[in-house]
Antibody, heavy 117, light 111 residues
């Protein structure tokens, strides 16, 4: 059974750094793209980017390029999303999802990130 | 720029059928899309992908009440025998484009 289990909710202050995680199981992690999606309060889904764990090839949405960094740890089948300088506008739920042969077809449960002074 | 357009809202009665539409922007009509469902307070769930010929491949455990079709630049999600748990937001999505894109979502109300 394919599962994506994300790290827990975070509360941070503006300017702080943060790395959230997404642990995959039930499939060969290195062989499929895994991506991140933002959902701001009361809003729709926004595609942030994807990473191919096999070679760390990464594609970012222009809206998120330079704002976040995606990485993947092959040995522990875990994808990461990192901020070095959080802003209040980063407050959102972040979902990871894996694309096995096409669109995102398995989703994580989401990680709520709250940035507030 | 690849754009997916969805109506913001739709409604239908319990037990009835509803057809949701995702329109691909000009020049991109030969592209498959995926549909995702997001029930209130929950994360998204993959429903199906729809090819340009209307063939669709569903995700794990998706009931037969959910089906898809295609016509030109439009991709459809059809839900029959509507149940209360079908009240949700529905998003279409592309992949393989640069960047990947989500539609704005359709909020389905079951009356």
């Amino acid at each position: 059974e394919v599962q994506l289990v994300q790290s827990g909710a975070e509360v941070k202050k503006p300017g702080e750094s943060l790395k959230i995680s997404c642990k995959a199981s039930g499939y060969n992690f290195t062989n499929y793209w895994i991506g991140w999606v933002r959902q701001m309060p009361g809003k729709g889904l926004e595609w942030m980017g994807i990473i191919y764990p096999g070679d760390s090839d990464t594609r970012y949405s222009p809206s998120f390029q330079g704002q976040v960094t995606m990485s993947a740890g092959q040995s522990i089948s875990t994808a990461y999303l990192h901020w070095s300088n959080l802003r209040a506008s980063d407050t959102a739920i972040y979902y990871c999802a894996t694309a096995m042969g096409g669109p995102f077809n398995y989703w994580g449960q989401g990680t709520l990130v709250t940035v507030s002074s | 720029q690849f754009v997916l357009t969805q109506s913001p809202s739709a409604s239908a009665s319990l037990g009835a059928s509803v057809k949701l539409t995702c329109t691909l922007s000009s020049g991109h009509s030969f592209h498959p899309i995926a549909w995702h469902q997001q029930q209130p307070g929950k994360g998204p769930r993959f429903l199906m992908q729809i090819n340009t010929d209307g063939r669709h491949t569903k995700g794990d455990g998706i009931p037969d009440r959910f089906s898809g079709s295609s016509s030109g630049s439009e991709r459809f999600l059809i839900i029959s025998s509507l149940q209360s748990e079908d009240e949700a937001d529905y998003y279409c999505q592309t992949w393989g484009t640069d960047p990947w894109v989500f539609g704005g979502g359709t909020k389905l109300t079951v009356l």
